[in-house]
């Protein structure tokens, strides 16, 4: 069975070297083919990898063409290094430019040198990285480059347990050789001071220069001509590198004046609070691992964490003697839960701020995709509809919808069509057209598809004739729709084929539809009953239209001189019973055409609604609309009453309940425990208590992890690594502000996050962030280059937005409510507009807020979030990191509280518990779950959620523990919400507990702290063994202080 694995791309490898007797020396970054694995960023095209901006923002490994001259490259050079942004420059001939103290080699690649590196064993190689599809790659071949664990050899300036390449660039259990290859001559040409594309260094190069060179088989035209970059003498650094930057701090805890217990409610505090002085002990020099991850793109257009390595870093740390005073602190907050606010009211709807430079975003719409003055909608389920080649599917929910040569083609598939691979991941066929909606008019391939109105649930579909562009069927989309339908426009004669092949067309009559309706049913020959219905403009009758079934499709016999503008035709999959059809008829004649939000909160519950914009008329008033089973949780009794028991298959979330209604109506039961401190479904309403024993531990380890330099340790990492890095030590921050509650510590830690997160607000970070002009939203500026090159993991196109902000928001959130109870409590004021930014781009829940789509990600008809941007996929839209989508929700709440956001605040508790739904139906699977089928429940997580498969993976690797790792981290308050302490219990023991003792990796950290969710006694104590090895067990996005914080909390 093929799998779905983005890991099939080949990518590149990273090694660094840094000389023995001068840590600040230059580096060397040798990167050499592979196929899984390393610290640089995914780079499976060769054109672009950028080097640190602070030391100079030029690019390696870029042709460049149509420059006068050098001094376009040095023009270029300045402004970057002042600019501090990756951008691209052109030259047209070798030219070496000096500037300071980096020197800039230029080589012409021609097609006489340029040629592919070619591959002994090339079941990879001899694809072209920059076109290889995974889909049509199997999990063997993917795997057989590379060993289960990352294996690659390193070289004698690396620790042994390593993930950096050896410059052979060879593994040493791999299967593949390869080799740069020339015209003539099929040895490797020795390196000069200016190279081809294709040539890698020898060893005995400087090492003090950075290289890159082409790993493609197929060399484009577009890379055969032209200069390239290939060397750049600078201290350059790794792209990604989670590498903490040790500093000494004045103070820290002292723990031997802690003998209290600490008892804690998670939404208010009363309890000790500790102040600590200083003086200076001695100094120890210790050695620890510092972790390092490889990452990995994918066809699929998303990516995230990858595979752990350690590296050894030696720094400082200053033991010191404090002594404490004590104090009684209350910081218990009541808030006025009667006052009853609008949930989707604007977050604001001024321009984002400035320092986010306005940029164009260089991707490209499809031809014929317009959303006036609407900002673009990028993560919705239309996405294939507007991007690539338009040709694949748009999964409505029944039904799925997709462009033909002849029209818009309807697919519905049933659970008896699933299939399942040796892994039981979840299947559905693709490209069934069981019928296909056109005009006689149409010839092959002579309509467009046209897409407009773009809102968060729904879509505008035309298919216009390219003779007239006044003939036109319009298909408008809404997920969960009863019927497909189709509006002709203009002089059309509608024409229905299919592929499945037409059995029987019978016209049938019923007491249930308006005037104006015709009734069909059709049988195809898969046995398969679909219901036709054709609604006759009202200059029209029903006599005058006719159908049968001629040359194998449905012809419309129309009367002489009768419009057919106006007419309707509306198609369901006839239901299972017959005496369900009544609801179907007395639907008929009514659509939808969008579907608007509304909700309100008192603060205790919730209430929202799907409101349904409609067009015609039916003879109920109403029409059919399609629930999913995490809906029916949370529907009102109102609601309920429409229910008219039909059932219907969807792809991949079980089955579908109708309702012949224009609205569905939902209130949920907030949850205040989910809040700043440790909880879980487990821990219900109990106090935490923090023995004293706990609490010293708790200060010795956030003494040990604290000894660092926050801001430098981020400024040089991507925007989802900065996110993770800054919301470790936010963690750590509240930890001692409300449960050890040490002051001046707490100050101290408050000021080092301050100074980070000032760097995010001034734009100084490797990928500023920038206001895309052309879609709405705040975007990383590390891909602006290439769609292809996914430093920043796609975030430039609009994958991960949630993944990468949440953490942001989320440490936001902490620093201003630190900020609040121990300072000035102005930092709000300063840096609201700039953390509203991300919310209102991932967020945003208000059209009057035109420059930010409505609720970029969430979906609210599915419940959670979708990953993929701007990327076409044959299986839709998908999502594999369910706890960050959370996360996001989560950190979004708290910043609502910070800032006193009524609004902010209730919604994002109300997205929890629709996420807490959704995600235990469709991600995380008890043994009773009964919505998704035997063979997805065993694997106790979906892995990779598509709109079309499930595929338990992800995108870096096959190992068990990425695969319920991923949908773990990071382990919060709103984690007890959304893993139910059965789920976590049956996960543990089918798939975690027979793995755990053999994982030494951060990946062990996390699961070890998701068993606290169930078991926090043992998940403590593995934590607080004496031996503790933080370089094993924690990657450098989750602290041991959290850790202890959390499972001793729900203990």
Same mark, same amino acid.
């Given at each position: 069975?093929?799998?779905?694995?983005?890991?099939?791309?080949?990518?590149?490898?990273?090694?660094?070297?840094?000389?023995?007797?001068?840590?600040?020396?230059?580096?060397?970054?040798?990167?050499?083919?592979?196929?899984?694995?390393?610290?640089?960023?995914?780079?499976?095209?060769?054109?672009?990898?950028?080097?640190?901006?602070?030391?100079?923002?030029?690019?390696?490994?870029?042709?460049?063409?149509?420059?006068?001259?050098?001094?376009?490259?040095?023009?270029?050079?300045?402004?970057?290094?002042?600019?501090?942004?990756?951008?691209?420059?052109?030259?047209?001939?070798?030219?070496?430019?000096?500037?300071?103290?980096?020197?800039?080699?230029?080589?012409?690649?021609?097609?006489?040198?340029?040629?592919?590196?070619?591959?002994?064993?090339?079941?990879?190689?001899?694809?072209?990285?920059? /076109?290889?599809?995974?889909?049509?790659?199997?999990?063997?071949?993917?795997?057989?480059?590379?060993?289960?664990?990352?294996?690659?050899?390193?070289?004698?300036?690396?620790?042994?347990?390593?993930?950096?390449?050896?410059?052979?660039?060879?593994?040493?259990?791999?299967?593949?050789?390869?080799?740069?290859?020339?015209?003539?001559?099929?040895?490797?040409?020795? !390196?000069?001071?200016?190279?081809?594309?294709?040539?890698?260094?020898?060893?005995?190069?400087?090492?003090?220069?950075?290289?890159?060179?082409?790993?493609?088989?197929?060399?484009?035209?577009?890379?055969?001509?032209?200069?390239?970059?290939?060397?750049?003498?600078?201290?350059?650094?790794?792209?990604?590198?989670?590498?903490?930057?040790?500093?000494?701090?004045?103070?820290?805890?002292?723990?031997?004046?802690?003998?209290?217990?600490?008892?804690?409610?998670?939404?208010?505090?009363?309890?000790?609070?500790?102040?600590?002085?200083?003086?200076?002990?001695?100094?120890?020099?210790?050695?620890?691992?510092?972790?390092?991850?490889?990452?990995?793109?994918?066809?699929?257009?998303?990516?995230?964490?990858?595979?752990?390595?350690?590296?050894?870093?030696?720094?400082?740390?200053?033991?010191?003697?404090?002594?404490?005073?004590?104090?009684?602190?209350?910081?218990?907050?009541?808030?006025?839960?009667?006052?009853?606010?609008?949930?989707?009211?604007?977050?604001?709807?001024?321009?984002?701020?400035?320092?986010?430079?306005?940029?164009?975003?260089?991707?490209?719409?499809?031809?014929?995709?317009?959303?006036?003055?609407?900002?673009?909608?990028?993560?919705?389920?239309?996405?294939?509809?507007?991007?690539?080649?338009?040709?694949?599917?748009?999964?409505?929910?029944?039904?799925?919808?997709?462009?033909?040569?002849?029209?818009?083609?309807?697919?519905?598939?049933?659970?008896?069509?699933?299939?399942?691979?040796?892994?039981?991941?979840?299947?559905?066929?693709?490209?069934?057209?069981?019928?296909?909606?056109?005009?006689?008019?149409?010839?092959?391939?002579?309509?467009?598809?046209?897409?407009?109105?773009?809102?968060?649930?729904?879509?505008?579909?035309?298919?216009?004739?390219?003779?007239? !562009?006044?003939?036109?069927?319009?298909?408008?989309?809404?997920?969960?729709?009863?019927?497909?339908?189709?509006?002709?426009?203009?002089?059309?004669?509608?024409?229905?084929?299919?592929?499945?092949?037409?059995?029987?067309?019978?016209?049938?009559?019923?007491?249930?539809?308006?005037?104006?309706?015709?009734?069909?049913?059709?049988?195809?020959?898969?046995?398969?009953?679909?219901?036709?219905?054709?609604?006759?403009?009202?200059?029209?009758?029903?006599?005058?239209?006719?159908?049968?079934?001629?040359?194998?499709?449905?012809?419309?016999?129309? !009367?002489?001189?009768?419009?057919?503008?106006?007419?309707?035709?509306?198609?369901?999959?006839?239901?299972?019973?017959?005496?369900?059809?009544?609801?179907?008829?007395?639907?008929?004649?009514?659509?939808?055409?969008?579907?608007?939000?509304?909700? /309100?909160?008192?603060?205790?519950?919730?209430?929202?609604?799907?409101?349904?914009?409609?067009?015609?008329?039916?003879?109920?008033?109403?029409?059919?609309?399609?629930?999913?089973?995490?809906?029916?949780?949370?529907?009102? @009794?109102?609601?309920?009453?429409?229910?008219?028991?039909?059932?219907?298959?969807?792809?991949?979330?079980?089955?579908?309940?109708?309702?012949?209604?224009?609205?569905?109506?939902?209130?949920?039961?907030?949850?205040?425990?989910?809040?700043?401190?440790?909880?879980?479904?487990?821990?219900?309403?109990?106090?935490?208590?923090?023995?004293?024993?706990?609490?010293?531990?708790?200060?010795?380890?956030? +003494?040990?992890?604290?000894?660092?330099?926050?801001?430098?340790?981020?400024?040089?990492?991507?925007?989802?690594?900065?996110?993770?890095?800054?919301?470790?030590?936010?963690?750590?921050?509240?930890?001692?502000?409300?449960?050890?509650?040490?002051?001046?510590?707490?100050?101290?830690?408050?000021?080092?996050?301050?100074?980070?997160?000032?760097?995010?607000?001034?734009?100084?970070?490797?990928?500023?962030?920038?206001?895309?002009?052309?879609?709405?939203?705040?975007?990383?500026?590390?891909?602006?280059?290439?769609?292809?090159?996914?430093?920043?993991?796609?975030?430039?196109?609009?994958?991960?937005?949630?993944?990468?902000?949440?953490?942001?928001?989320?440490?936001?959130?902490?620093?201003?409510?630190?900020?609040?109870?121990?300072?000035?409590?102005?930092?709000?004021?300063?840096?609201?507009?700039?953390?509203?930014?991300?919310?209102?781009?991932?967020?945003?829940?208000?059209?009057?807020?035109?420059?930010?789509?409505?609720?970029?990600?969430?979906?609210?008809?599915?419940?959670?979030?979708?990953? !993929?941007?701007?990327?076409?996929?044959?299986?839709?839209?998908?999502?594999?990191?369910?706890?960050?989508?959370?996360?996001? @929700?989560?950190?979004?709440?708290?910043?609502?509280?910070?800032?006193?956001?009524?609004?902010?605040?209730?919604?994002?508790?109300?997205?929890?518990?629709?996420?807490?739904?959704?995600?235990?139906?469709?991600?995380?699977?008890?043994?009773?779950?009964?919505?998704?089928?035997?063979?997805?429940?065993? +694997?106790?997580?979906?892995?990779?959620?598509?709109?079309?498969?499930?595929?338990?993976?992800?995108?870096?690797?096959?190992?068990?523990?990425?695969?319920?790792?991923?949908?773990?981290?990071?382990?919060?308050?709103?984690?007890?919400?959304?893993?139910?302490?059965?789920?976590?219990?049956?996960?543990?023991?089918?798939?975690?507990?027979?793995?755990?003792?053999?994982?030494?990796?951060?990946?062990?950290?996390?699961?070890?702290?998701?068993?606290?969710?169930?078991?926090?006694?043992?998940?403590?104590?593995?934590?607080?063994?004496?031996?503790?090895?933080?370089?094993?067990?924690?990657?450098?996005?989750?602290?041991?202080?959290?850790?202890?914080?959390?499972?001793?909390?729900?203990?």
């Amino acid at each position: 069975m093929l799998r779905q694995l983005s890991v099939l791309a080949l990518v590149f490898v990273a090694s660094a070297q840094v000389s023995a007797d001068d840590t600040e020396s230059s580096k060397t970054r040798t990167l050499l083919p592979t196929a899984f694995s390393g610290i640089d960023p995914i780079a499976y095209e060769t054109d672009i990898v950028y080097v640190n901006p602070e030391v100079t923002t030029f690019t390696v490994g870029e042709v460049y063409q149509n420059a006068a001259s050098s001094s376009v490259i040095s023009s270029a050079v300045s402004s970057l290094i002042s600019s501090s942004k990756p951008t691209r420059v052109s030259a047209t001939s070798v030219q070496v430019t000096s500037l300071g103290n980096s020197s800039i080699i230029l080589s012409l690649a021609d097609e006489s040198t340029a040629v592919p590196v070619v591959s002994e064993t090339s079941d990879i190689s001899q694809q072209p990285a920059a /076109t290889t599809d995974a889909s049509d790659l199997s999990a063997t071949s993917a795997v057989s480059a590379v060993s289960e664990d990352s294996q690659f050899s390193a070289t004698s300036d690396v620790s042994e347990g390593s993930q950096f390449s050896s410059t052979s660039g060879i593994s040493s259990t791999s299967s593949t050789s390869e080799v740069p290859y020339f015209p003539g001559n099929s040895s490797s040409v020795s !390196a000069s001071s200016e190279i081809p594309v294709t040539e890698k260094y020898t060893e005995t190069k400087s090492t003090s220069t950075s290289v890159i060179y082409s790993t493609s088989s197929t060399i484009e035209p577009s890379i055969t001509k032209g200069t390239t970059v290939t060397t750049i003498e600078s201290k350059s650094q790794p792209l990604v590198t989670q590498s903490m930057v040790s500093s000494d701090q004045l103070v820290t805890i002292a723990t031997s004046t802690i003998s209290s217990d600490q008892t804690l409610s998670p939404t208010g505090i009363t309890g000790t609070t500790t102040t600590s002085q200083s003086t200076q002990l001695s100094t120890v020099t210790s050695t620890v691992l510092s972790s390092s991850y490889s990452m990995i793109s994918s066809s699929y257009g998303n990516t995230t964490v990858l595979s752990y390595s350690a590296v050894p870093v030696n720094y400082t740390t200053t033991q010191k003697i404090t002594s404490t005073s004590v104090a009684q602190v209350s910081t218990a907050v009541l808030t006025d839960s009667s006052t009853v606010v609008d949930l989707f009211a604007a977050v604001a709807t001024s321009e984002p701020l400035s320092v986010f430079e306005r940029v164009a975003n260089p991707l490209s719409l499809a031809a014929g995709v317009d959303n006036g003055a609407l900002p673009y909608q990028t993560n919705k389920f239309y996405g294939n509809l507007i991007v690539g080649s338009q040709l694949s599917s748009a999964f409505v929910y029944p039904y799925v919808l997709f462009k033909t040569s002849q029209g818009i083609a309807i697919q519905h598939t049933s659970s008896s069509q699933y299939s399942f691979s040796d892994t039981n991941s979840l299947i559905n066929p693709l490209n069934i057209a069981s019928l296909v909606v056109s005009s006689t008019e149409f010839q092959s391939d002579s309509m467009n598809l046209k897409v407009s109105e773009m809102y968060h649930g729904s879509c505008n579909v035309k298919m216009v004739s390219t003779q007239d !562009a006044s003939n036109y069927i319009e298909t408008p989309l809404v997920q969960g729709m009863g019927f497909v339908t189709s509006v002709f426009n203009g002089d059309l004669t509608p024409f229905i084929t299919s592929g499945v092949g037409f059995s029987t067309l019978t016209q049938e009559s019923s007491d249930n539809l308006a005037d104006g309706i015709m009734k069909y049913r059709v049988t195809l020959f898969n046995n398969v009953d679909w219901l036709v219905y054709v609604i006759v403009p009202d200059s029209s009758s029903t006599d005058d239209v006719s159908l049968a079934i001629n040359n194998g499709n449905i012809v419309f016999s129309i !009367a002489d001189g009768i419009p057919t503008d106006g007419l309707i035709v509306q198609i369901a999959e006839a239901p299972t019973e017959s005496n369900s059809e009544t609801y179907y008829d007395s639907a008929a004649g009514m659509y939808f055409t969008n579907m608007e939000l509304a909700g /309100t909160s008192d603060g205790n519950t919730a209430s929202y609604k799907f409101v349904y914009d409609t067009e015609g008329k039916s003879a109920s008033g109403a029409s059919m609309i399609f629930a999913l089973p995490h809906h029916l949780k949370s529907l009102t @009794a109102t609601t309920n009453a429409a229910n008219t028991g039909i059932r219907i298959d969807s792809t991949t979330k079980g089955k579908m309940s109708g309702f012949l209604t224009t609205s569905l109506e939902f209130q949920t039961q907030l949850n205040a425990n989910v809040n700043w401190l440790p909880w879980s479904e487990q821990k219900g309403d109990d106090a935490l208590v923090y023995t004293s024993a706990q609490l010293q531990l708790l200060a010795e380890v956030a +003494n040990e992890e604290l000894q660092v330099n926050i801001k430098s340790s981020v400024e040089g990492l991507n925007t989802y690594y900065i996110g993770k890095v800054l919301d470790k030590y936010a963690f750590i921050l509240l930890t001692l502000s409300d449960i050890v509650q040490d002051e001046t510590v707490t100050l101290q830690t408050l000021t080092l996050m301050k100074e980070a997160f000032a760097m995010l607000t001034a734009n100084q970070q490797l990928y500023p962030l920038d206001y895309d002009t052309t879609y709405g939203g705040i975007i990383s500026s590390g891909d602006l280059g290439s769609t292809a090159t996914q430093y920043d993991f796609g975030n430039t196109y609009y994958n991960d937005h949630h993944f990468h902000y949440g953490y942001i928001i989320h440490a936001a959130a902490v620093i201003a409510h630190v900020d609040q109870k121990y300072a000035a409590g102005d930092w709000v004021a300063t840096n609201k507009d700039w953390v509203s930014a991300l919310i209102r781009d991932v967020c945003n829940p208000s059209l009057d807020d035109s420059y930010f789509p409505q609720f970029r990600m969430f979906d609210w008809f599915h419940g959670h979030s979708w990953a !993929a941007g701007l990327f076409e996929n044959g299986n839709g839209k998908n999502e594999e990191s369910s706890s960050e989508d959370y996360h996001f @929700a989560y950190g979004m709440k708290l910043w609502g509280e910070v800032t006193e956001n009524d609004s902010m605040n209730r919604l994002g508790s109300l997205m929890l518990n629709v996420l807490r739904d959704s995600m235990q139906d469709y991600f995380y699977y008890e043994d009773s779950n009964t919505v998704e089928p035997g063979q997805t429940v065993s +694997n106790k997580v979906s892995g990779i959620l598509f709109d079309n498969i499930i595929d338990y993976t992800t995108y870096f690797g096959v190992n068990t523990e990425y695969i319920h790792g991923i949908h773990m981290l990071p382990l919060t308050p709103a984690s007890g919400l959304i893993r139910s302490t059965k789920f976590v219990e049956q996960e543990w023991e089918q798939k975690l507990a027979p793995i755990i003792d053999d994982l030494q990796s951060g990946w062990a950290g996390i699961l070890r702290l998701n068993e606290a969710l169930y078991d926090p006694a043992t998940s403590y104590a593995f934590f607080a063994q004496d031996d503790f090895q933080t370089s094993l067990y924690l990657d450098n996005g989750m602290s041991r202080t959290w850790a202890l914080a959390f499972a001793g909390g729900l203990q």
